[in-house]
């Protein structure tokens, strides 16, 4: 067996520094905005979330003197509901290690580091499936309703919200439908245009559009010759992302985002309930300790649902090349 220590290493010990530095989560401005702005709505309780939408207009027009109005009752509302989702990370304690890591031989207490870690697990797993549908295609009924099948135009998910979006409308960006459309080719800025036009109505538009880092570099090699503008104003730059402007919104780049995908969404209209329990609003179990073991365990806890309340101002690029 060699010899483990020479003379300095035998009398010298490492100077640790006191900062770890992450090297594997992704970032999601998306997930900052949702999660942690003005779109986040308290979950008080209940078997349920609902969200009541207006689908029909009442009975309008003009008439003839003496004539007579139409009196029938119209239904005009109902609701969107969504079950609350349940999310978790896990953070399992070594109890051999406790002693070890104290005193002034313990840089930095590995406990933190570990909850700093879980923190970032259980916003990865909510960022991640943001993309997702919640419906058992991509991602798990367990999983929060994403925005992939929010702002579907029924081609992939016939109902959103548990309700059929043939029933209250037909046709892209009606009812409850988004803008949908697989590109299957470069992104071209008339295709991106046609998208978000399809997503405007009137003073209510896509005001976020999310892309991965690919197409954000093709879009960017296309616009910033005319525009030569870096958005350094908007709640984006406040929280460290840097984005294009197109037609004056904010474009971004998500690294949550699947491969070849385009994101158009509307934050107004895209809202993270979150509950009011303590333990389920990103709370912590505390740590329990393990049966016929020093060691321990605890779990980070989130419940909730991402809710979109007006889909047709979003749309949906994908199978985009770069």
Request: net charge negative; charged share 10%.
């Amino acid at each position: 067996m060699p010899i483990p220590y020479n003379d300095i290493s035998a009398v010298t010990v490492a100077d640790i520094v006191p900062e770890l530095v992450d090297n594997y989560y992704k970032v999601s401005p998306v997930f900052v905005l949702v999660f942690k702005g003005d779109t986040v709505k308290p979950f008080p309780g209940g078997t349920q979330i609902q969200q009541p939408i207006q689908y029909a207009p009442l009975k309008a027009g003009s008439f003839a003197p003496g004539g007579t109005f139409d009196i029938s009752y119209v239904n005009t509302d109902t609701a969107m509901t969504f079950f609350v989702k349940y999310y978790y990370a896990n953070v399992t304690i070594q109890g051999t290690q406790l002693p070890l890591n104290r005193g002034s031989n313990a840089i930095m207490s590995f406990v933190e580091e570990k909850m700093v870690n879980g923190s970032q697990a259980l916003a990865q797993a909510l960022a991640s499936d943001l993309y997702g549908d919640g419906q058992g295609t991509v991602t798990p009924q367990t999983a929060i309703d994403g925005l992939l099948a929010a702002y579907d135009d029924g081609t992939n998910y016939p109902s959103y919200g548990g309700l059929s979006r043939a029933a209250i409308g037909s046709g892209a960006n009606t009812g409850i439908n988004g803008y949908y459309q697989n590109v299957a080719g470069p992104l071209g800025i008339p295709t991106l245009q046609k998208a978000y036009g399809q997503a405007t109505f009137g003073n209510r538009q896509p005001n976020l559009i999310a892309t991965t880092q690919a197409i954000y570099n093709s879009l960017y090699n296309k616009m910033v010759p005319a525009q030569r503008v870096m958005d350094t104003t908007s709640d984006l730059f406040s929280i460290g992302f840097q984005a294009l402007r197109f037609n004056n919104q904010r474009l971004a780049v998500d690294q949550y985002v699947p491969s070849g995908d385009v994101f158009g969404m509307n934050v107004d209209y895209l809202n993270a309930h979150i509950s009011e329990q303590e333990l389920f609003g990103f709370g912590f179990t505390g740590f329990k300790e393990l049966p016929n073991s020093v060691d321990a365990a605890g779990q980070l806890c989130f419940g909730g649902d991402i809710v979109v309340s007006a889909p047709r101002l979003g749309f949906i690029l994908t199978n985009v090349t770069a």
